[in-house]
């Protein structure tokens, strides 16, 4: 009677008691928290990229240096490839990886120079000092003696000359095809083969060369050909009735 006893007793104590609670793990909410601070970082990114104000230039170029100088961006796209589901197509990080690692065109994302309202656009025009119908390669852009004028994109200073046409001049060599060119000038700032970031201040409004008063010459070249500068500006102009 004793063995079936402690036979049956051990029996009972090796049972797995099903029936006992168990506390259920306590949801992680970590992935929320941090989807939050990255939606977060993202908008206050984009605001201050869509402002155009220096704070915007500044993140800009922030962020532009960091993906295309700082970053190893094939170390990262080799990452996600092994983590990432077989049915994805990496192909798509190499295109990802070809556009960051390319230089940013400036012609893409060119500023303004100063502030100020266009009294000559790009064109042909009746020059309103010597009164003869010419090409005009650039934009006049009105302000005032003094103002501060800054660099359209980043580049280096490719030239500081005088003309007799525009006066004092800066030119700013951004890639092997384009060119901005300053002209009017007062004070430089720079010197030549300085390098230069967007929105550096490079030189000072004047009146030198062939002007009835202070103003901007801003001349955009691409392959030695001028084009319109206000197809690669960013923001508005006010017209000529300061509106």
């Not at 915007?56 to 970053?71: F, K, M, N, S």
């Not at 012609?107 to 003869?132: A, C, E, N």
């Not at 003309?163 to 060119?181: F, N, P």
């Not at 901007?216 to 300061?242: A, C, M, N, Q, S």
């Amino acid at each position: 009677m004793a063995k079936l006893w402690h036979r049956w007793k051990s029996r009972w104590d090796s049972r797995d008691y099903h029936w006992q609670y168990h506390r259920d793990d306590e949801v992680d909410y970590g992935w929320l928290k941090q989807a939050a601070v990255a939606a977060l970082i993202f908008s206050a990114v984009y605001i201050a990229h869509v402002s155009e104000t220096v704070v915007g230039r500044v993140v800009d170029d922030g962020i532009r240096y960091i993906l295309a100088t700082e970053t190893d961006f094939a170390y990262l796209a080799d990452w996600l490839a092994n983590y990432a589901p077989r049915t994805f197509d990496t192909t798509v990080l190499k295109r990802v990886q070809t556009t960051v690692s390319r230089p940013a065109d400036p012609l893409m994302y060119m500023s303004k120079p100063v502030d100020g309202k266009i009294v000559s656009p790009f064109g042909w025009r009746t020059h309103p000092v010597l009164k003869q119908q010419m090409l005009h390669e650039g934009i006049d852009i009105e302000a005032p003696l003094g103002a501060s004028v800054k660099a359209a994109a980043p580049g280096k200073v490719k030239m500081v000359t005088d003309s007799a046409q525009h006066g004092r001049v800066v030119i700013i060599e951004h890639s092997q095809e384009v060119e901005t060119i300053y002209g009017h000038l007062g004070e430089v700032l720079v010197k030549p083969n300085e390098p230069v970031s967007q929105g550096q201040v490079i030189a000072r409004v004047g009146k030198t060369g062939i002007t009835a008063g202070p103003l901007l010459y801003f001349e955009v070249r691409e392959k030695g050909k001028p084009i319109d500068p206000l197809t690669r500006l960013k923001g508005t102009f006010p017209d000529k009735e300061g509106k």
